[in-house]
């Protein structure tokens, strides 16, 4: 009994980190799944985002202008990465460390320190831990109107030259398209959704601190591969794929709520995360492996009937 | 229409695996006229088709259509004016996205792609209309997902894209070889339907000596990086395969070389 009520407690945490969090891996859906492109800059172009949101608030910049810059901010860390292998031939992975390393330096010269703090008394933040119930409903609102805006934009021309260039690049440049300036873009965009989500996330924290995005990456592969195993069969048009990336991320956050509930020490959570992602990664390729071995029996034994 | 002249291309120079490909290629085509290329393995086919496509830069030589030099034109940029049909099925089109999807990204080819809607009523309507002229089945399944096609649908699919924004070339490289016997003679018979239709330029590979020369005005034979036969009009009418076979072995000087064709 005990455990569930204080389960319950955790769960506005859990939604509102979930949302926030869900942006980031909508960010991530793009470059991952969309384009097909492994994209490790998020680790920093969150924290990114995050440090430019907090300088320009404690600026007193309106808030309105503070996301704006940061999802600018991650989108310019995004066509580092994006030029880094276009321009370069420097191979996907290895792009996004590269940028994600030298953002680390870059994020502690915007920041002028390792951590910078906003606080909700002083700054009239969108989000805060101290208000969670406020902060799913803003978390929310983000969510939608972001989904709405990228579900008009994946089915203009261009929001579909990118979906051909991730699904098979040798179709997409038949047809024109230039496939090195497409994958520019949805890094583009990816990652100024990620910096959105931690202009977010800093509000909700009340502080960035250079760490913020360590792991990040894997946190949205969760998202994105728990939102694909437990919808993906029932959500088929775009925006409910989506949708399914953001609840994904919500679940990931109930999940995490309920394993340090259980006595999982915090420590541990970003093996705990690791393992989590592995398992998923690793589901299809065995779910492929077990039933290809079970077609091969099933025909061996018909082929000894037939001998017989 | 389309002129090629003294193409090379070296592949891996200065290795143990140096291999010449194309060694001084030259020929003219006019608009309209359509040529089936055949040789063996190594032959320098694909790499002919791949540098007329612009996939891979010569290394001399120029290559030029309808009065443009393209030797130096990236590939997205030559789709402009090039249409494409892989040997692979799975090449030319977009698995993950549905029938209509990829007509439509076909139907934007050369055009500079913006925030306007990627597909239109009007344009399902044609698309429709235009499927159930090929007769695949397809004309109902518009907004099914192209990776439930099978092979010789999608390189239907393949040949209507590469043809829905007219273009001044079609390059079908030996797009019927991953097929069954049967499947492959359907397509053959969708392709000679759109390319007499447009009355569309078109170089064609093949490993199939009967298409060959069944097909098209002219025919090339390829043989170390060069086109050794080059025959049109009455005397290619007149061409049988075994014809087809002395020639090639007087050309490459072996009879064993009528294996490595008939093999290939």
Known sequence: MDL???MLRMMP???AQGLIWGIMALGVYITYKVLDYSDLTVDGSICTGGAVAALLILNG???????LAAFVAGALAGLITALLHTKMGIPPILSGILTQLALYSINLRIMGKAMLAVSVDKFPLLVSVRDQGASCLVGAAFVVVIIALLYWFFGTELGCAIRATGANPNMS???GINDNTMKLFGLVLGNGLVGISGALYTQYLGSVTVNMGRGAIVIGLAAVIIGDVLFGKIFRNFSLKLLSVVLGAIIYYMVTAFVIQLGLNTDDLKLFSAAFVTVALFLPYWKDRHHKEKHRKKMMQEGGKADA | MLKVENIRKTFNPGTINEKTALSGVSFHLREGESVSVIGGNGAGKSTLLNAVAGTLTVDSGSVNLGGLNITHLPEHKRAKYIGRVFQDPMMGTAATMQIEENLALALRRGQHRTFRAGITKAERDMFRDMLKILDLGLEDRLTAKVGLLSGGQRQALTLLMASLVKPKLLLLDEHTAALDPKTAAKVMEVTRRIVNRDQLTTLMITHNMRDAIEYGDRLFMMYEGRIVIDIAGEEKQKLTVP????????????????????MS
């Open chain 1, 173 to 175: 440049r038949a047809q």
């Open chain 1, 4 to 6: 569930i009520s204080s």
């Open chain 1, 61 to 67: 910049v309106p808030m309105a202008v503070a996301i």
């Open chain 2, 243 to 262: 014809d087809l076979l002395e020639l090639f072995s007087k050309v490459s000087g072996s009879t064993e070389a009528n294996d490595k064709l008939l």
């Open chain 1, 13 to 15: 945490d859990a939604v």
